[in-house]
C-alpha cells in the first residue's frame, strides 16, 4: 500500500552536512506520522525525528543539528542534518504509519540509506 525510498546519504568529514529525502508511494492519502530513526552495527535502534501529518515535530535530541520537514503535496520528508559528528554515522531509515483500507494502522520502512562521517 505505501512505499519509502531513502536517498541522500554519503560520506561527509565531521561538521559537514547531509539532506536526506524519503519519498513515499502508493496510498499516500492515507499516511498520518513520519520519521527518521538510525541504527549503528551493534546498537539498538534509535528515533531521531518524527513529524505528523499536520507539520508538528518531536526530536529526540534538542542540540539544533537536525531540522525534519514534510513536504505532503509531494509525499516527501527531508532530514537535514549539520554538524554532523563521527558519533552519528548510522544507517538512517525512513519510516511512516497509515491507515488500511480495513481500518487498521500499518508501520512500514523504508530501506535506509548509509550515513559515515569521519574524523
Known amino acids: 500500500q505505501v512505499q519509502l525510498v531513502e536517498s541522500g546519504g554519503g560520506l561527509v568529514q565531521a561538521g559537514g552536512s547531509l539532506r536526506l529525502s524519503c519519498a513515499a508511494s502508493g496510498s499516500t492519502f492515507s499516511i498520518n506520522t513520519m520519521g527518521w530513526y538510525r541504527q549503528a552495527p551493534g546498537k539498538q535502534r534509535e528515533l531521531v525525528a518524527v513529524?505528523?501529518?499536520?507539520?508538528?515535530t518531536n526530536y529526540a535530541r534538542s542540540d539544533g543539528r537536525i531540522t525534519i520537514s514534510r513536504d505532503n503535496a509531494k509525499n516527501t520528508v527531508h532530514l537535514q542534518m549539520n554538524s554532523l559528528k563521527p558519533e552519528d554515522t548510522a544507517v538512517y531509515l525512513c519510516?511512516?504509519?497509515?491507515?488500511?483500507?480495513?481500518?487498521?494502522?500499518?508501520?512500514?520502512w523504508g530501506q535506509g540509506t548509509q550515513v559515515t562521517v569521519s574524523s
Open positions: 519510516s511512516a504509519d497509515y491507515d488500511n483500507d480495513d481500518g487498521s494502522q500499518v508501520f512500514v
Open positions: 513529524i505528523s501529518r499536520t507539520g508538528m
